[in-house]
């Protein structure tokens, strides 16, 4: 069956939707790196390209958009971020039968040359979050690793702490539609955590794809890999890799790191550094402050905001 591309732009929107479960704003993200793209081709190539066009496009048309966005000045990030969107719809027009291109598969983004800190900006967070798998996977895999990201980054687990979760645990809490839970970390000891809306909508969406899990006991853990038995660390381990390859981050993001970004945003902020170990769960204070690096001039800054001598002259 004949497809134009605006028909296959917009079965391709309704599957990151509906399959992908893409979060509005990032369905919008996602559509606008595509139609600038689409945009550039048509002023490259003297019309607007069509799906025959589009697979015959060569490694040379692919460096000529990402030479003009840095041209532009655009960040790094964004266009790591921009060239994602735009493998993610050759792909889904391969899968489909509509289009074929080979060289899209043999570009790569370039990493970003700076030095990243061991957190994340909150920025980068947040394309961490969104970022699409490069190849196809079953749905509830793709669920299932946005919750666990969302847990780590979103309440400040250990990657222990969210694998160990059980399904009648995470069952009790949406049946009870609860945003805590209770998480028992290093020494044996039990804290409670609370937890995103985000993060809770994710557990939910994952449960209810996932095939194996309804067949399991209350004991089981929650997260599950793909041959049914309990998710393994370094599969996490290797989702965090293809995402900072895809945009071009530091090998310093790991899924520790997310932990470390929950600390130090929410220490950013304004929120105190008790709180924040109570809720990561550390037995001593200055393991916190090692933890949460805050430079010294914010800490300065809020100094002499709130010390009552400070405003005396």
Excluded at 10 to 24: N, P, T, Y
Excluded at 71 to 99: E, M
Excluded at 141 to 147: F, G, H, K, W
Excluded at 270 to 283: C, F, M, N, P, S
Aim: charge should be positive; charged fraction near 25%; glycine fraction near 8%.
């Amino acid at each position: 069956m004949t497809k134009s591309l605006a028909a296959a732009r917009e079965a391709w929107r309704d599957w990151l939707k509906s399959e992908r479960r893409l979060a509005g704003h990032t369905l919008v993200a996602y559509e606008h790196d595509v139609a600038a793209f689409l945009a550039f081709m048509t002023a490259y190539l003297g019309a607007p390209p069509t799906l025959n066009q589009l697979a015959r496009l060569k490694p040379a048309e692919f460096r000529a958009w990402l030479a003009e966005r840095a041209h532009q000045g655009l960040a790094r990030s964004s266009t790591a971020r921009a060239f994602s969107s735009v493998r993610s719809f050759f792909r889904f027009l391969d899968k489909n039968g509509l289009a074929h291109n080979a060289s899209v598969g043999t570009l790569q983004t370039p990493k970003l040359p700076r030095a990243v800190p061991k957190a994340l900006s909150e920025a980068d967070m947040e394309d961490l979050l969104d970022t699409e798998p490069e190849r196809e996977r079953a749905a509830w895999i793709d669920l299932r690793d946005t919750a666990v990201l969302l847990l780590l980054y979103g309440a400040g687990l250990r990657i222990s702490e969210a694998l160990g979760l059980t399904k009648g645990v995470v069952n009790g809490l949406l049946a009870a539609s609860q945003d805590t839970v209770a998480i028992t970390g290093k020494g044996n000891k039990t804290r409670m955590v609370p937890l995103l809306p985000q993060a809770v909508e994710a557990l939910r969406a994952y449960r209810d794809a996932c095939p194996d899990l309804a067949t399991l006991g209350a004991g089981h853990p929650f997260f599950l890999g793909a041959r049914g038995g309990p998710l393994d660390p370094a599969i996490v381990q290797k989702r965090v890799r293809e995402i900072r390859h895809q945009l071009g981050l530091a090998d310093s993001v790991t899924p520790h790191a997310l932990r470390h970004s929950f600390a130090t945003h929410l220490l950013g902020a304004g929120g105190d550094l008790r709180t924040i170990q109570e809720l990561l769960g550390h037995a001593s204070l200055s393991t916190t402050q090692r933890y949460t690096d805050v430079d010294a001039a914010r800490l300065s800054a809020v100094y002499r905001a709130a010390h009552p001598r400070a405003k005396v002259r």
